[in-house]
């Protein structure tokens, strides 16, 4: 079975500065991917980025980049220069043999002027 | 491109009730799932398809929610005898099956169920 894990129920960071959400996850699976989700108040789930597990190199997307740790089995979100638009719940998932996700409890994360 | 779209948005019910929810998913993509997500949680899996023919259902998917997708396009998702329980926001997603990001997964605006 699939598990991710988000320990941080809440982040605060200042507008224009660098955040780390943290994302664990548990899986027997070789080949997988590993997503990030962003749900603003209004509910809808926004994709941010996707890594692949045999990808060598960290996904970046514009502010987001990915910080893949395959050993420690983690993949840390990392959102630089935070601006206002950025304060929503983020959650991160898994793909299970590229079809269905398994997604975390997400963080919160309030950016402040 | 069109996003996906969910109608209703919003329904209120009373216990025992039939309710049904339908998602259009983005035209080309030939998969297509549905989510449900309660207050403070990470959505949780429950059924896909694939095309006509659905693929997975999840144990959460009691024999009370049925789902279809006649024709491989809309889907629509019942709930019959409505129970408190089932009180929760159903997301719908849809994907292609041959991108190289990982089935990436575009969500609608998703359907709040309230059972009264």
């Known amino acids: 079975a699939q598990k991710i894990t988000q320990t941080q129920p809440g982040m605060f960071v200042q507008e224009k500065e660098a955040v780390t959400l943290d994302c664990t996850y548990d899986?027997?699976?070789?080949?997988?991917?590993l997503f990030w989700y962003k749900q603003p108040s209004s509910g809808e789930m926004i994709f941010l980025i996707y890594?692949?597990?045999?990808?060598?190199q960290n996904a970046t997307e514009g502010r987001y980049s990915l910080n893949f740790q395959k050993a420690r089995k983690s993949a840390n979100l990392v959102i630089s220069a935070s601006q206002l638009g950025d304060s929503a719940m983020y959650f991160c998932?898994?793909?299970?043999?590229?079809?269905?996700?398994?997604f975390g409890k997400g963080t919160m994360l309030l950016v402040s002027p | 491109d069109t996003g996906v779209s969910q109608d209703p948005r919003h329904k209120i019910t009373k216990r025992g009730q039939n309710v049904t929810f339908r998602c259009d998913p983005i035209?080309?993509?030939?998969?297509l799932y549905w989510y449900r997500q309660t207050l403070g949680q990470g959505p949780e899996f429950l059924t896909y398809?694939?095309?006509?023919?659905?693929?997975?259902k999840s144990r959460l998917l009691s024999d009370r929610f049925s789902a279809e997708r006649p024709k491989g396009s809309f889907s629509t998702l019942e709930i019959q005898r409505t129970e408190q329980g089932d009180s929760a926001m159903y997301l719908c997603?849809?994907?292609?099956?041959?991108?190289?990001?990982?089935?990436?997964?575009?969500f609608g605006p998703g359907t709040r169920l309230t059972v009264l």
């Open positions: 890594q692949g597990s045999y990808d060598e």
């Open positions: 997603a849809s994907s292609r099956s041959d991108t190289g990001r990982g089935n990436e997964q575009f």
């Open positions: 035209s080309e993509h030939n998969r």
């Open positions: 998932a898994m793909s299970r043999g590229y079809s269905t996700l398994t």
């Open positions: 899986t027997s699976d070789q080949s997988y991917g």
């Open positions: 398809f694939q095309n006509e023919a659905q693929l997975e």
